[in-house]
């Protein structure tokens, strides 16, 4: 197989596993997590999601502890003001009597630390009890939450535990500062920080954040054998000419043809100079003089015979004798050279 066949058939590979994920198929990822932060939430990831779930008639279900306003086709669990009893109990109502339902969470943060919720309950009763898909969202500029079981003091911090127990892992990421740190490992120069990674006094969020034109995804996909597969994806907003018409109720129509992309495939990222696309101009060099070679001097470098060591050749038994033919801009003297 060429390479170029080869390269086609993995981005293919690669597209569907992301694809089987987004459209929520049986059994390909009990539990999504989806790891965002203020410099790119996860909404734009969450959007595509239901929209795609809803085209093919699968009960939506969010626990919402940030959002408020849904649509109607999506069955809500209120998460503020309820305890975790209640939420699992709401929880349970929306999902009895329906075949397929993608569950999705907007803060496992709320949900485990300030809720108390279990989470390996949660996931029994979402993807083994009602064999549905469980989706939740942890918020990574969140601090690590007080321990709500003071019996376990030994257990695990909520984002390692759900860490561990996903089957799919999606982390969110601006697509200006992906350009950005492109740019820099292109030039040799240390990755851009962004937020609250700078360490500057009032910056949290950068004035680049949360870029309109899409969404990178970097994805660890697992397997039940253990092994793991990572990509880097691009989701661009969805356009009303990539679904059908809907039809028989449907709030949506399926999808026409996969848009998401690896983002190696981007023209934007793929582009050799990524310079236009992410503003590097503070990053520049700052010296006296300067250290580049005219056509001129190239050419005379290139026509400078160094002198060598005799005894690099391998005859060797001669001192290793330095040998230099002299040019005309050599100055010589004899009389010298005898003393």
Known sequence: MSRSASLAQYQRHSVHLMSRVLN??????????????????????????????????????VVAFESSHFMSAIRTVPGFGATGEEIMHGLRKALSGTKESLVIIDSLYDALNGKGIDMGRLFHMVAGEFASTLVGVYHQDMLPGHNVRPETPYAPQALDLVTYMATSVITCKSLAHCLAAKAARERSLPEPTHGLLQEAEGIVQCLDANDRRGIVLEAEFRRKSGRSEGETYFLRPGRRSDYQAPVGGSPFGTIKQEFVILLDQLPAYASQDTKAFANTADNEMESTFNLGLTDKQKQAREGIVLPYFDAQKGEGGEGGRILYDMGSEDDFDEEEDEI
């Open 24 to 61: 929520v198929r049986a059994n390909t990822s009990p539990f999504t997590l989806v790891l965002d932060d203020l410099n790119q939430r996860a909404h734009p990831f969450l959007t595509e999601m239901m929209r795609r779930a809803l085209s093919r008639n699968v009960n939506v279900v």
